[in-house]
T-cell receptor, first 109, second 112 residues
């Protein structure tokens, strides 16, 4: 069974702080995706990383794929209340996504 | 709106009743997925279709669960003899071949 563990499970910070969310697995994935989900809605894709060691930036969000393609991180700089939500990593495995356990982020003004 | 549509958004039922959910994917998407999500957790894969063919079912999908996609367009997920443990958000997603999934807003099921 492929498992993706995310840490921390919950993060509550003040506006302007930086944070990092980790996604770890014992399995290798062909690619890894990050989603953000708001209450009562489905997840929305933020980014896909494909190559080991790859770094992608999306405004204040920086995503990194581990060299061995088993882990990934999401770093948010100067968090804003609009960043609040459930962040999910997902490994692409044989035509389906395996989702991580999720990190709930709360950014207070 | 050309996104993934799910109906109903909310369903409250009594234990033992049958329920059916519908998903209308983005029209040109040939793959359709069903996931189940409990509060604060990541979605768990249930099953997926390529056109009308159901290609994979999770071990989580007991024989009380059945999914169809009869004409390769919309899909239905039926749960028979619902149990309290079935309470969850049921998410549908569609895609072409590039694994970029587009999710619907989900159906929130509460079994009393």
């Amino acid at each position: 069974t492929q498992l993706l563990e995310q840490s921390p499970q919950f993060l509550s910070i003040q506006e302007g702080e930086n944070l990092t969310v980790y996604c770890n697995s014992s399995s290798v994935f062909s690619s890894l995706q990050w989603y953000r989900q708001e209450p009562g809605e489905g997840p929305v894709l933020l980014v896909t990383v494909v190559t080991g060691g790859e770094v992608k930036k999306l405004k204040r969000l920086t995503f990194q794929f581990g060299d061995a393609r088993k882990d990934s991180s999401l770093h948010i700089t100067a968090a804003q209340p609009g960043d609040t939500g459930l962040y999910l990593c997902a490994g692409v495995s044989i035509q389906k996504l395996v989702f991580g356990t999720g990190t709930r982020l709360l950014v207070s003004p | 709106d050309t996104g993934v549509s799910q109906d109903p958004r909310h369903k409250i039922t009594k234990r033992g009743q049958n329920v059916t959910f519908r998903c209308d994917p983005i029209s040109e998407h040939n793959r359709l997925y069903w996931y189940r999500q409990t509060l604060g957790q990541g979605p768990e894969f249930l099953t997926y279709f390529q056109n009308e063919a159901q290609l994979e079912k999770s071990r989580l999908l007991s024989d009380r669960f059945s999914a169809e996609r009869p004409k390769g367009s919309f899909s239905t997920l039926e749960i028979q003899r619902t149990e309290q443990g079935d309470s969850a958000m049921y998410l549908c997603a569609s895609t072409t071949y590039n694994e970029k999934l587009f999710f619907g807003s989900g159906t929130q099921l509460s079994v009393l």
